[in-house]
């Protein structure tokens, strides 16, 4: 099976590598049989504090039915995050792979892109949580019954997080979605947790 890790410009790296690292030791160590994909709106997308990754598909180029899952990292607004992630394009990727009922996993601010395509409506989540909890209250402010003190909020296979500090909890949230909680457990063992 197949994962896709959806990148907007400015995502955060430590974010990012969860995927590839909970998913990788998965497939490679326990034979979980995932693969994770890396997706952006061009060919190199630079995260925050400027780190470029090369992508392995375009946006414009997904099949949804080729895909178990999508991830979604976070990032900085300062770095232009939200000019991509609240762009049509991705807002409409998020909403295919809901309308398949395939899991959604977002850390900390992603799931803000995750409320603006409309997917959390009605739903329970949560997102970054601190300076005042604006970003929370921004989710709020879009229909979701937001859990503030809640690290890791699921809600109809739909994963989302309050903080960096929750990234690793979530890419295993989502590789028990995917196999089961033992695969989760002899991961997390695996890899010290």
Known sequence: MKVLVLLAKGFETMEFSVFIDVLGWADNDFGAEIQTVTCGMQKTVNSTFNVPINVDVLLDEVDVSDYAALAIPGGFEEYG????????????????????????????????????????????????????????????????????????????????SYCPETAVHVAFELLELLTDKSMRQQVMHAMGY
């Open 81 to 160: 995050f939200y000019e991509e992630a609240y762009s049509e394009p991705f807002l409409e990727l998020i909403r295919r792979f809901e309308k398949q009922g395939k899991p959604v996993a977002s850390i900390c601010v992603a799931a803000l892109p995750l409320a603006k395509s409309g997917i959390l409506a009605d739903r329970k989540a949560t997102t970054y949580h601190l300076k005042d909890g604006q970003r929370q209250k921004q989710l709020a402010d879009m229909g979701v019954e937001v859990l503030a003190k809640q690290p890791i909020v699921i809600d109809r296979q739909v994963i989302t």
